[in-house]
């Protein structure tokens, strides 16, 4: 197992990441950390190679049993994503794993498809919706050098992250 140190949105590379292209041995590993990093981080249902500190295009989500989840394909560790059509935009709070301590109201398509390719090298269309659109969305973000910061809806968006007990 190996968990990465999740990195703070002040030392996040901003740069796109470089596309993955064939998966290979180093794939297989950085999906195994960034699962591994994900599922250590209590709360986190997505988590992109950029976050870690790996500039490929990659990420992992799993939002299985988050409420506001309708549609759930479970545990995807996703390499070259592509958004290839998009419907129904919502603006609803997320939060950050490299932005521990706000979350904000952001825009998001509520409907998505993507093309990306797995872990097995197979090229897959993804149909998702709701919070798991969310998700994907925010990952995909990350590839492109952006955060959640950058999408806020407005200037009184950003809230400082309520702890629950």
Do not use: W
Request: aromatic share 4%.
């Amino acid at each position: 197992m190996s968990i990465r140190r999740v990195v703070n949105h002040e030392e996040i590379d901003r740069n796109p990441a470089a596309p993955v292209g064939e998966i290979d041995d180093f794939c297989r590993e950085l999906a195994k950390d960034l699962l591994d990093t994900m599922y250590a981080s209590p709360g986190c249902v997505g988590l992109a190679a950029p976050q870690i500190g790996v500039s490929q295009r990659a990420f992992a989500v799993n939002v299985t049993g988050h409420k506001k989840t309708k549609i759930c394909h479970g545990e995807m560790v996703l390499f070259d994503p592509v958004i290839i059509e998009k419907s129904d935009p919502e603006l609803a709070r997320e939060g950050c794993m490299s932005v521990p301590e706000l979350t904000g109201d952001v825009s998001r398509f509520t409907r998505i498809t993507i093309v990306a390719k797995t872990l097995e090298a197979a090229e897959v269309v993804i149909e998702s919706d709701a919070f798991e659109a969310r998700a994907l969305q925010h990952e995909i973000d990350h590839l492109d050098g952006l955060l959640f910061l950058d999408r806020l809806a407005s200037p009184g968006a950003l809230h400082i992250r309520k702890v629950y007990k």
